[in-house]
C-alpha cells in the first residue's frame, strides 16, 4: 500500500511515541479500574488502602491515564492538540509531584539512586515528546 501523494506518512517516531503512550495510559485506567474493583468489592485490608488511595490521587481517579490515551490518539492522528496535551501531562505531573507526597519525596530524602533517575528519565522523555511535537506543529505536519 501507498501513501497518497498528498498525504505524508507518519515518522517513525509518532508510530513509537503513541504506542508507547497508549499503553501507559491503558495499564494505568487497569490499575484504577482494579483497586476500584477491589475495594468496592471488600477484598482490600485496612493497611492495603493507603497505597490504593495513592494511586487513584496520583492518577487522579483516571484522568491521567486517559490523557495519556487522548494524547497519543492526537499524536497518531497527527492533530496540532497533541502538543497541548503532552505539555499539559508534564505540567500536571509535576504539580502532583509537589502537593501530593509521592514516592520521589521518599526517594530524593534516602538518596535512592535508581528511584531518582527512574523519575528523571519520566520527566526527560515527557519533556523531549514535547518538544518534538511542537516540532511538528511548527513545521506543518500537525494539522
Keep these: 500500500m501507498t501513501a497518497q501523494p498528498g498525504k505524508p506518512r507518519r515518522p517513525i517516531w509518532v508510530w513509537l511515541i503513541s504506542i508507547f503512550y497508549l499503553g501507559f495510559g491503558l495499564s494505568g485506567l487497569m490499575a484504577v479500574g482494579m483497586a476500584l474493583i477491589l475495594y468496592s468489592q471488600g477484598n482490600i485490608s485496612a493497611d492495603k488502602l493507603p497505597s490504593m488511595y ?61 528511584m531518582i533517575i527512574g523519575y528523571g528519565l519520566g520527566y526527560a522523555i515527557l519533556l523531549a515528546v514535547c518538544i518534538y511535537t511542537y516540532r511538528l506543529g511548527q513545521t506543518g505536519r500537525l494539522r
Aim: avoid cysteine; glycine fraction near 4%.
Design 54 to 114: 495513592s494511586l487513584l490521587r496520583s492518577s487522579l481517579w483516571g484522568i491521567l491515564p486517559a490523557a495519556n490515551i487522548a494524547a497519543a490518539v492526537s499524536l497518531f492522528m497527527m492533530r496540532k492538540i497533541a502538543f497541548s496535551i503532552f505539555t499539559g501531562l508534564l505540567i500536571v505531573k509535576a504539580i502532583l509531584q509537589v502537593l501530593f507526597e509521592t514516592p520521589l519525596a521518599e526517594a530524593l530524602a534516602g538518596q535512592n539512586t535508581q
